[in-house]
């Protein structure tokens, strides 16, 4: 995706809704409406990994340090490549 640097999570490269907001010039909540229609087309860890506050603490407050995600993102959703063509 041009323009936007990927997060790695294990390894695999993926965008959050935030980028894939600003990506597009769209107000906040774009991608995540998107992600909704197509929800039932995506695999879970293959188009997107979720990311649970409680289990992914550390790596969560990296994102928000970073300004990756929205300051009132607390549970995440990553797009991987294959999910970001899926979704859009």
Do not use: W
């Not at 294990?10 to 991608?31: I, M, N, T």
């Not at 229609?37 to 407050?61: M, S, T």
């Amino acid at each position: 995706m041009p323009g936007q640097t990927p997060v790695l999570y294990h390894g695999v490269p993926c965008y959050s809704f935030r980028q894939l907001d600003e990506q597009a010039g769209a107000v906040k909540g774009h991608a995540f409406r998107a992600f909704k229609r197509r929800l039932g087309e995506l695999i879970e860890g293959v188009d997107y990994f979720y990311l649970p506050a409680e289990q992914e603490r550390d790596f969560i407050k990296d994102l928000h340090r970073r300004g990756v995600i929205y300051r009132s993102s607390r549970n995440v959703v990553l797009l991987t490549e294959s999910g970001v063509k899926k979704v859009f």
